[in-house]
Every structure is written in C-alpha cells, then in structure tokens.
Nanobody, 118 residues
Framework: QVQLVESGGGLVQAGGSLRLSCAASGIRGSISVTRWYRQAPGKQRELVASITNEDNTTYDDSVKGRFTISRDNAKNTVYLQMNILKPEDTAVYYC????????????WGQGTQVTVSS
C-alpha cells in the first residue's frame, strides 16, 4: 500500500523558512514526478512545484526564487525548502506522486499545515 507522509509544516513569521518533507513508502514501480500542491481556505488547490525522475523542476511564479524542490532517492523523500515566507503562503501543503508500472497511478499525502504570520 502506497503511503505518502508529509512533515515539516508549522507556524512561522513572515520572512522565515520551513522545510517540508514527503516520504514515500510501498511504491511499486517508478515515480515519474513528484509535485507539491497547496490549498488555502476558500481557494482551489494549486500547484507549487514539481520535480521529475530526471530532476527537472518547475515552480509557480509566486514561489520562484524562494522555494526549492529536491529529492533524496535513497530515502524516497522529496523536500520543499521554503524561504522568505509570506502570509499568502499560508495553506495546507500536499504531496503528490505519479507512479508508473504497468499503469499510471497518482497518490496524495494527507497534507501539512503551513501558517505564516505577519
């Protein structure tokens, strides 16, 4: 059974930093891409950053230059380093992986809350 466990969220002041982790287990097949999404209250879930199995990365314009996505294959973990946090970064952050074996399946983590105070 695939499990994605996110951690690292919390309360931080504006200008501060947090590092989110997404640890995957039970994966059968290969992870082709891992994405971080976020959802603020009353808003739609939005894509924040992604990283492929070839380490190609993408970022939403709102986080470029402040957030960095990376992965540790040995630990089956993807990180989201978030610097210069702003109150508008407040949201629940979700990890999402796309796994390919015989078919393609997508899995979600339970989410971790990030709150940035002004």
């Amino acid at each position: 059974q695939v499990q994605l466990v996110e951690s690292g969220g919390g309360l931080v002041q504006a200008g501060g930093s947090l590092r989110l982790s997404c640890a995957a287990s039970g994966i059968r097949g290969s992870i082709s891409v891992t994405r971080w999404y976020r959802q603020a209250p009353g808003k739609q879930r939005e894509l924040v950053a992604s990283i492929t199995n070839e380490d190609n990365t993408t970022y939403d314009d709102s986080v470029k230059g402040r957030f960095t996505i990376s992965r540790d294959n040995a630990k089956n973990t993807v990180y989201l380093q978030m610097n210069i946090l702003k109150p508008e970064d407040t949201a629940v952050y979700y990890c999402n992986v796309v796994v390919r074996r015989f078919t393609t399946n997508t899995y979600w983590g339970q989410g971790t809350q990030v709150t940035v105070s002004s």
